[in-house]
T-cell receptor, first 111, second 116 residues
Framework: DQQVKQNSPSLSVQEGRISILNCDYT??????FLWYKKYPAEGPTFLIS?????DKNEDGRFTVFLNKSAKHLSLHIVPSQPGDSAVYFC??????????FGAGTRLTVKP | EAQVTQNPRYLITVTGKKLTVTCSQN?????MSWYRQDPGLGLRQIYY???????DKGDVPEGYKVSRKEKRNFPLILESPSPNQTSLYFC???????????????FGPGTRLTVL
């Protein structure tokens, strides 16, 4: 039972355009959300996070939006760069401090 | 440099031959965890440890053992590996929740295991 779902296995965008990666969750007890980025042959690295008391968090080119009523969050990358090409994992913490990950979305940014 | 290291990075073995994947962190983190990554399933937690001598099962613990005798090390042991344990394994560490708030996990580079 996957409590965190990333329904798009892959996404391709042109350099300079916006990349939007989506994530849905089913557990209403999740109250902290993170995005991790993973390059081939490396471990995931933390990118950005958001608490459930917020609906937006911005860090440079990266913005995460949270819609609690829809149990949906998204990661926006503007402008997208070829170096952003990676697999992006959505993750969520519940009140027990257990983290759940989505299956990942492979982003390809074309020059 | 703050990091989580894993060894080996790649391993091919045969069914039933015991193996250990080591994990070490130099950030004095209390919390350590093992995940496996499989296509379409994301990262699933195998075991975790809140501190020295404290370990607990994650979502997919069957066929695995762990130990936490020292704060920096958290080895993953497969006593009798089987082909369904062929996967990409990640070790991670973080400050514990007792430190306040939620803490990002730092991941090792991964160990790709193939069990024939």
């Amino acid at each position: 039972d996957q409590q965190v779902k990333q329904n798009s296995p892959s996404l391709s965008v042109q350099e300079g355009r916006i990349s939007i990666l989506n994530c849905d969750y089913t557990n209403s007890m999740f109250d902290y959300f993170l995005w991790y980025k993973k390059y081939p042959a490396e471990g995931p690295t933390f990118l950005i996070s958001i608490s459930s008391i917020k609906d937006k968090n911005e860090d440079g080119r990266f913005t995460v939006f949270l819609n609690k009523s829809a149990k949906h969050l998204s990661l926006h990358i503007v402008p997208s760069q070829p170096g952003d090409s990676a697999v992006y994992f959505c993750a969520a913490y519940d009140y027990n401090n257990d983290m759940r990950f989505g299956a990942g979305t492979r982003l390809t940014v074309k020059p | 440099e703050a990091q989580v290291t894993q060894n080996p990075r790649y391993l091919i073995t045969v069914t039933g031959k015991k193996l250990t994947v080591t994990c070490s962190q130099n950030m004095n983190h209390e919390y350590m965890s093992w995940y496996r990554q499989d296509p379409g399933l994301g990262l699933r937690q195998i075991y975790y440890s809140m501190n020295v001598e404290v370990t607990d099962k994650g979502d997919v613990p069957e066929g695995y053992k762990v130990s936490r005798k020292e704060k920096r090390n958290f080895p993953l042991i497969l006593e009798s590996p089987s082909p369904n344990q062929t996967s990409l394994y990640f070790c991670a560490s973080s400050l514990s929740k007792s430190s306040g708030g939620y803490n990002e996990q730092f991941f090792g580079p991964g160990t790709r295991l193939t069990v024939l």
